[in-house]
């Protein structure tokens, strides 16, 4: 009966290993929720600073990830029927923001979008202000998640099968009607799952908000002052209610974007 | 009318051309080759998926060179069915007609036509996911339609099909080219090729290398890979009689008469006898296979294993035989000989 030891030792290793991965990652979320009464929540969403703070966050992730879209989802299309060695150096570029520390993201933003610099100056002329201005915290949180966005759209444009967007052309769509009519709805769990993405990456984002824009607080800078002046408990009120705030509106959004019946596709 | 004039694309390890060939108006022409001598790369320069280097295509005299995919009069049917996954069966029939913005009566009226024509009525609520096959090469071919093509590409749309289904497309094919559809028609199966062609143009390694009728492919093979591509070189225009409750049934060739097992409807089609079963004697010797007949060695081709020899015997049959039987036998040319083989050695191709 050795084989049958072993195959339940080897299981064993395999539950082990599970629970302490799942240990790391659901008992920090746990005495977060736990070290926080309702009571402390219920305070904390009263107040303005905090509420403020979580409306400026999502709204802001929001409009950084709708507008990046804009730009993203179509060249990410155009990027999948590029061909040659170009388009690999392009999406190791992408990649980017995403591998370097995020203050230094912040700082690399910071210097092309200060009131000294040429593109500052400009924008300050038309009126735009970035430093310390919601805007700002938008192109932040978009320099470094935008790259979620980007590879969810590659991804999911890569699995469409060639044929199916050249029968369309054949068919008499432009190539700007295949995009539209054929491969955005083909693509849409995919793109739906780099919008989540990049808006998660982007209501989390502390390290390059906090140097384009320490005011107004987004959420994450609010907790990291809170906790600079007046401790763990303070931080962790904020943290807790920022937590399940963040929880409902993903799960908001992924039972919005649930198809009404299997599709199979 | 398609004329294709020395059309070329290059690649770094391969090109195709240049190609020259005139696709007359109702024609059935089907192109043959291995897998990578070019025949799909030809049919998407067609469909203008992929730019040619050289050369140029025209349809009824017009050039279509400057024309993108979108613009071009050529429906394309995929090896598999290039489905609209996110639409129902409606829908993808729809689709061009929508784009061209036809009324929504109209488009009703078109889509309905053509599901009738394609036995899709029922399933034009269906999404692709749900078809078999056939069903789903039977919307592409549908859907296809809708743009009134001048021609169809058909890029091996059989191949990806079981044998039932795929005679039930090439039934659909037929009718339509009966009804004076122009086809281009890749394939790598030659008996495709002898049931529908009316022409057959050979690529080998990019090149053309013959474009001929199926029978004079056969007859005159101007290559040795048209010879190995016909490979059994014993293909008859015949006619079957009896009915499918026969057991043994006659097909009759020019005035020669073919016993062999079939299931098919009486008609005209094309009988196969396999070379490696024709059974060579001197004498007459009472055997039980059913078809014998007296015949002339026409000719002797030693080949790398045995030799060929063609026999008259008021068509002309061709065998294979070992070189010990060769020697044995010492046969020659001019020689009268029998030669048999048995009802199953036949096969009868419907048309």
Redesign the interface.
């Known amino acids: 009966m050795k084989p049958y030891s072993n195959r339940n030792t080897f299981h064993l290793i395999f539950v082990f290993a599970g629970s302490l991965f799942l240990l790391f990652v659901f008992a920090p979320m746990a005495g977060l929720m736990f070290s926080t009464p309702a009571s402390k929540l219920f305070q904390t969403i009263q107040d303005v600073q905090v509420s403020n703070s979580i409306g400026l966050t999502l709204g802001m992730s929001a409009i950084a990830t709708v507008f990046s879209s804009i730009f993203v989802v179509p060249f990410a299309w155009y990027m999948v029927r590029l061909g040659g060695r170009f388009k690999h150096i392009i999406s190791g570029l992408i990649d980017l923001p995403m591998m370097i520390p995020h203050a230094a993201a912040g700082i690399a933003l910071l210097g092309i979008v200060n009131r000294e610099s040429a593109l500052g100056r400009i924008a300050t002329e038309v009126g735009i202000d970035f430093v310390d201005r919601p805007l700002g915290i938008a192109v932040a949180m978009a320099f470094v998640s935008v790259p979620y966005l980007y590879n969810a759209a590659y991804q999911s444009f890569s699995a469409i099968p060639r044929r199916i967007e050249l029968a369309a052309a054949n068919l008499g769509a432009t190539p700007v009607t295949v995009f539209r009519k054929i491969s955005l709805p083909i693509a849409k769990r995919g793109l739906l799952n780099g919008f989540v993405m990049m808006f998660a990456r982007g209501i989390s984002e502390f390290g390059a908000v906090i140097i384009i824009a320490y005011h107004p607080f987004t959420t994450p800078v609010l907790i990291f002052d809170r906790f600079n002046a007046f401790g763990l408990k303070e931080a962790q009120a904020v943290s807790a209610l920022f937590v399940i705030i963040s929880l409902a509106v993903f799960v908001l959004i992924r039972y919005l974007s649930k198809p009404l019946q299997d599709d199979r596709n | 009318m398609i004329e294709i004039n020395a059309l070329e694309k290059r690649f770094d390890h391969f090109s195709l051309g240049p190609i020259s060939m005139t696709i007359e108006e109702g024609r059935h022409v089907v192109l043959l080759g291995t897998s990578g001598s070019g025949k799909s790369l030809l049919l ?1 320069m067609l ?3 992929v730019r040619q280097d050289q050369g140029s295509v025209l349809v009824n005299g017009r050039s279509i060179d400057g024309l ?5 009069p ?3 049917v ?1 090896q ?1 069915p ?5 639409l129902s069966v409606y829908d993808n029939i729809a ?2 007609l929508q ?2 913005k036809h009324s929504k009566p109209v488009i009703r009226q078109k889509v309905e036509e053509l599901a009738e024509r394609f036995k899709l009525e029922n399933l034009l609520n269906a ?1 692709p ?2 078809l078999s096959g056939g069903e789903a090469q039977r919307v ?1 071919l549908a ?2 339609l ?2 009134e093509p001048k021609l169809m590409l058909l890029d091996e749309p059989l191949s990806s099909l079981d044998v039932p289904l795929r005679n039930e497309l090439r039934h659909y094919l037929s009718e339509l080219n009966n009804q004076g559809m122009t086809m281009l028609h890749v394939t790598h199966d030659f008996e495709e090729a002898i049931r529908f062609a009316d022409r057959a143009a050979v690529l080998l390694d990019g090149k053309l290398i013959q474009n001929d009728t199926p029978e004079m492919l056969i007859k005159q093979p101007r290559h040795t890979y048209v010879a190995q591509l016909t490979g059994n070189r014993n293909f008859f225009k015949a006619i079957l009689g009896g009915s499918k409750a026969d057991e043994i049934r006659k097909a009759r060739v020019e005035n020669i008469d073919f016993n062999l097992y079939s299931g098919s409807d009486a008609g005209e089609g094309i009988v196969v006898i396999d070379a490696e079963s024709i059974i060579l004697h001197k004498e007459a010797a009472a055997s039980s296979a059913q078809n014998c007949f007296k015949g002339t060695i026409a000719s002797i081709t030693p080949l790398g294993r045995g030799a060929e020899i063609e026999i008259n015997t008021g068509i002309t049959l061709v065998a294979h035989i070992t070189k010990a039987s060769l020697t044995a036998m010492n046969l020659e040319p001019g020689q009268n000989v029998f030669v048999s083989f048995k009802a199953s050695a036949i096969r009868f191709l419907e048309l």
Do not use: D, I, V, Y
Not at chain 2, 68 to 72: F, G, K, V
């Open positions: 998407e469909a203008g998926f993108a995919a979108h613009q071009r050529l429906a394309f995929f598999k290039a489905l609209f996954p996110h689709f061009p784009l061209r999404k996911a749900r592409s859907r296809a809708t743009t």
